[in-house]
């Protein structure tokens, strides 16, 4: 985003800060030193596309979070997070970008030694794309007294349960993937070439919907055809779509960086009888899911439910079956914590989102129907109303 | 991509591996472990939106390189990869997907004993987003008798001289950037809201140019205008475009994974006379800077005669005027090699590929006119024939 208009207001940051501090003081860390981007984002609205290099967010026990980072994404942070005095952003030179002389990390140690924090217990994100072994090692040696542990995730589990307004960018976005689903029901047919689909499904969910504009989604859009739909994760290239081919479209919408992924399978021809089977098997075992999907019970409930009943129809699926969702960036659209499946036994709470992912992967081809979901007071809601069913076009 | 043409021929891939394979000689390896997207898929032909989980390639010093990761995933390798041995293919269970309870990379430790590399001088690429500090730590748990070691940018520096069918792709990229900046001068016009810009630039470049389709660049397009534009990692929003403001647009084509990067700034209105002049500076310093773009001399020539010409016009740019570019995954689109800057004495070579990077950020707006060239036998090309201008529209 630009400065156009903030997303939150300063008061929800800080409750924010509120909340990690409580995670911080259980922890009994003084500081954390925070380089996830959705994190840095969660806790200070900050957002550009700066991420390939070094920075982070540094949070105490008092006083504002500081941004720190490369000196020409200060300027970013100046537009973009609620902290209002410049004390709070912290450049470091461009000679320390992707220099194998020097790194990024040794300024940041120093940068806590001048916060008095060279003895302190400090937590890291050990486990995160942006926070490498060497990261890792360089601030070590900057910091001899300093306790520096492990914090992945702390903060991400401040996330699960949305605020009103976090929620509301979230049914924005689900009016976006409606719409990018809308467009491949449309105009997806026989020797089209896949890209030019692609092109199409971009277009929609950055126009938005609904007068909402489209961000980019955590995750390109990844639509395989046939063979390679037995693979998750390909993307596209040109080959034209085919006759009597399933092809799946796991797409999300975005608005103002909070994500609403759901999953679409498209059949061009006459549905083989298998595909149907599978399809009803998979419906079954959504609604078993979703009536798991209640307040008080664990995570792992729909995932056993949705197991239980596919495992009736014949089918079985040893991967997850949801996770996590919110604001994010790439390069995943999940929040990394809770996941639907067997031991996962944390509680559902309102306010907590998920994309149920109840993904099937055929032996020729795949099967993608899924629902990102809010849990409510005393139940579920469905984020999207796309129709829930293998999509035919002859 | 999906399979329906393979990338490169297995000799190209052979090739890269010899190529590797001395680098891993003079370091004293007898495996590598690659966690980078970008060198797996150099190294092996692997494609796929699956980084967001632990996966990697081994190479060690005799026979195919080895793809391990998440099991969904092992079936698009064996749809990508170069590799024909189901062997080659090496898939965990879903379990150890972002779990706290366990790690892949206590997988990856197995396998590498497995392979009889459990005393072996192992290289891993310690500073990389896909390698963190917890997965350096859990491989070093698993490997108690291995000397592992740091590799970054070791495949990376095999990339920077381009095979011919590399530079091809990179040309259809260059078609592809073109005729997304052809759509911006068509397009902007003010009161036009940016997100629906950016739809179109997005649609033009996915649907490619020339016959060729367009892959998803690596990073997403970068688009600030007025204030915004002092910033230079900013995405977009909805703001509607404004008569009297600059706007640049950072953005890439891509085909095949390869990347072509080319910003262009454009005013709507009269472009006041401190824009001219510092158009001009920017003119005259690439003028100087491609001059000295040629085999044989190094880097930092080129930065320095860019820098020079420019401080000669009264402007100033403290930050890299170019790096290396080719195959990218994101979240960058550099290769993290070489950079134009002072100090970079890397000898220029023909087949090196760069985004010659100029851009200046002035108190009140961003100028952003850039170059991706070739460096040839005798000299060098510029991919692109992308008219280099402010442009203008009233």
Known sequence: ???????????????????????????????????????????????????????????????????????????????????????????YDDTFVQNTEKHPMEELARLLCEFGLEKAKIGVEMDNYYYSATAHLKLLEGLPDAKVTDCSGLVNWQRAVKSEREIEYMQRAARIVEAMHETIREMAEPGMRKNDLIAEIYATGIRGADGYWGDYPAIVPMAPSGLDATAPHLTWDDRPMEVNEATFFEIAGAHRRYQCPQSRTLFLGEVPAKYRKAEKAVLNAIEAGLAQAKPGNQAQDIANAFNATLNKAGFEKDSRCGYAIGISYPPDWGERTISFRRGDTTILEPGMTFHFMPALWLDDGGLEITEPILITEDGHECFCNTPREIWVKK
């Open 1 to 91: 985003m630009t400065t156009y208009e903030k997303n939150f207001t300063t008061a929800e940051y800080q409750r924010r800060i509120v909340k990690t501090r409580r995670a911080m003081d259980a922890a009994g860390l003084d500081a954390i030193v925070i380089c996830d981007p959705s994190n840095m984002s969660w806790l200070t609205g900050y957002d550009g596309w700066s991420f390939y290099v070094y920075q982070g967010v540094v949070l105490t026990m008092e006083g504002e979070p500081v941004w720190w980072g490369r000196a020409m994404d200060a300027l970013g942070a100046r537009r973009t997070v609620f902290m209002e005095n410049d004390d709070n952003i912290r450049g």
